[in-house]
Nanobody, 123 residues
């Protein structure tokens, strides 16, 4: 059974930093694309960042230069380092995984999802 479990969310002041973690289990994810989405209240889920098995990364324009995605293949874990946080970054952040990378990522049509972790940025 595939499981993605997020951790690291919380309350932080604007300008601060948080590091999210996503522990994957149930299979080896080293060849998978893994990433992060977020969903703010009243809004649709949106793509944040992706990391491919090759190490290539992709970011939403809104987080580029502030967020960094990385992975530890040996631990089946993906991270999202979030710096210079803004109140508009407030959302539930979801970890995701899929055997392939492609356009389906940008419409949130991936195979596996975590349950999410809440990030709140106060002004």
């Amino acid at each position: 059974q595939v499981q993605l479990v997020e951790s690291g969310g919380g309350l932080v002041q604007a300008g601060g930093s948080l590091r999210l973690s996503c522990a994957a289990s149930g299979r080896t994810f080293s060849s998978y694309a893994m990433g992060w989405f977020r969903q703010a209240p009243g809004k649709e889920r949106e793509f944040v960042a992706i990391i491919r098995w090759s190490g290539m990364t992709y970011y939403a324009d809104s987080v580029k230069g502030r967020f960094t995605i990385s992975r530890d293949a040996a631990k089946n874990t993906v991270y999202l380092q979030m710096n210079s946080l803004k109140p508009e970054d407030t959302a539930v952040y979801y970890c995701a995984a899929d055997p392939t990378y492609g356009s389906h990522w940008y419409t949130a049509r991936v195979d596996y999802w975590g349950k999410g972790t809440l990030v709140t940025v106060s002004s």
